[in-house]
């Protein structure tokens, strides 16, 4: 038991298609995150979330589109997506915001566009 | 730009010995937390150990340590009595104070031989 479950776990879709991730934590934790992980490159930090509102957006296209219903709960809705999106998408969760809070992962769900 | 450099994309060591992954970072502020990651093959990012930048003090998990040395913006992680199961990717990563966004490197791949 991670403490993040993501789900699914590997997903295939077409560039019309669209999908949503699911991220569900059950630390009891305040913040949660996205983020991708390509290859040979920096984890890249995607969208935050505090307490259910959003306290980042980091230059992310359009066709990435979050939700967070409660506190516990992180969606990622994918549309029209490019090949280049192709990459691990990893949803994570802390206590709080500040630096000081160590991020808990999950195992990410593994994303190919077609 | 903030930035955290992994220089080894690859290392390898034996069982029972130790190795020492490399990361330095760029930034002009003073407060701010290090963290090494481990990646192993089911993809869950796992927190190591994480070092506050205002300690002098060098962190220590078990047989995981680093050495700290903040003038010169560096950051290695001492694995010491390597096991099968330490295999996997390293990520290094900062914090800024009082901000929600957590900077990678590209990581190091650790090979263990028995």
């Known amino acids: 038991e991670t403490g993040v479950t993501q789900t699914p776990r590997h997903l295939v879709m077409g560039m019309t298609n669209k999908k949503s991730l699911k991220c569900e934590q059950h630390?009891?934790?305040?913040?949660m995150y996205w983020y991708k992980q390509s290859a040979k490159k920096p984890l890249e930090l995607m969208f935050v979330?505090?307490?259910?509102?959003?306290?980042e957006n980091n230059s992310v296209p359009s066709r990435f589109s979050p939700e967070c219903p409660n506190s516990s709960h992180l969606f990622l809705h994918l549309h029209t997506l490019q090949p280049e999106d192709s990459a691990l998408y990893l949803c994570?969760?802390?206590?709080?915001?500040?630096?000081?809070?160590?991020?808990?992962f999950g195992n990410g769900t593994r994303l190919t566009v077609t | 730009a903030q930035t955290v450099t992994q220089s080894q994309p690859e290392m390898s060591v034996q069982e029972a010995e130790t190795v020492t992954l490399s990361c330095t970072y760029d930034?002009?502020?003073?407060?701010?937390?290090l963290f090494w990651y481990k990646q192993p093959p089911s993809r869950q990012m796992i927190l190591v150990i994480r070092?506050?930048?205002?300690?002098?003090q060098n962190a220590t998990e078990n047989r995981f340590s680093v050495n700290f040395q903040k003038a010169a913006k560096s950051f290695s992680l001492k694995i010491s009595d390597s096991q099968l199961g330490d295999a996997a990717m390293y990520f290094c990563a900062y914090r800024l104070g009082n901000t929600d966004k957590l900077i990678f490197g590209t990581g190091t791949r650790l090979q263990v031989f028995p």
């Open positions: 630390l009891g934790h305040n913040a």
């Open positions: 070092q506050e930048a205002y300690k002098q």
């Open positions: 994570a969760s802390s206590q709080e915001i500040t630096s000081d809070s160590p991020l808990h």
């Open positions: 930034t002009s502020e003073s407060d701010y937390y």
């Open positions: 979330y505090s307490l259910e509102e959003r306290v």
